[in-house]
C-alpha cells in the first residue's frame, strides 16, 4: 500500500491562506483515492473532502467546509494538495491525509464505523492566530 506524508501546515494569521501537501510513496498512487480530514482538539474527526483516482479527478466536499477549501492532485507528482483560504481560528487543527481505493469510503469515513480508509498521514499541525 502507499505511505503518506503531510506537509505545510504551520502558523497563519486569520484571513491568509495555506497550501497543504500529501506526498505518496510506495504503490501507484493513481490506484488510490484520496482525502484530506482535521482534528481539532477535544472534537471527532470531520471530512474536508476527497478526490477519485484518476480521469477528471471528480471532488467531494461536504457542505460545512463553505467551498473555502479546494482539494486537487498531480498524479504524476504522487502528491495531493489542500488550499486553504480565508483562514479562520476555527480552523485550526491537525490535517490528516488518507488513501484508500473506493471514494466512497473516504467521504463516509467520519459517518460510517465500518467504512475506514486503509491508508492514513501522520497529520499536520495548522495553527491560524485572530
Known amino acids: 500500500q502507499v505511505q503518506l506524508v503531510e506537509s505545510g501546515g504551520g502558523l497563519v494569521q486569520a484571513g491568509g491562506s495555506l497550501r497543504l501537501s500529501c506526498a505518496a510513496s510506495?504503490?501507484?498512487?493513481?490506484?488510490?483515492?484520496m482525502g484530506w480530514f482535521r482534528q481539532a482538539p477535544g472534537k471527532e474527526r470531520e471530512l474536508i473532502g476527497a478526490?477519485?483516482?484518476?480521469?477528471?479527478?471528480?471532488?467531494y466536499y461536504p457542505d460545512s467546509m463553505e467551498g473555502r477549501f479546494t482539494i486537487s492532485r498531480d498524479n504524476a507528482k504522487n502528491t495531493m494538495y489542500l488550499q486553504m483560504n480565508s483562514l479562520k481560528p476555527e480552523d485550526t487543527a491537525v490535517y490528516y491525509c488518507?488513501?484508500?481505493?473506493?471514494?466512497?469510503?473516504?467521504?463516509?469515513?467520519?459517518?460510517?464505523?465500518?467504512?475506514?480508509?486503509?491508508?492514513w498521514g501522520q497529520g499536520t499541525l495548522v495553527t491560524v492566530s485572530s
Open positions: 488518507a488513501a484508500d481505493p473506493v471514494l466512497h469510503t473516504l467521504v463516509v469515513a467520519t459517518t460510517d464505523k465500518d467504512k475506514n480508509p486503509g491508508v
Open positions: 510506495g504503490r501507484t498512487f493513481s490506484n488510490y483515492a
Open positions: 478526490i477519485s483516482r484518476r480521469s477528471g479527478f471528480s471532488t
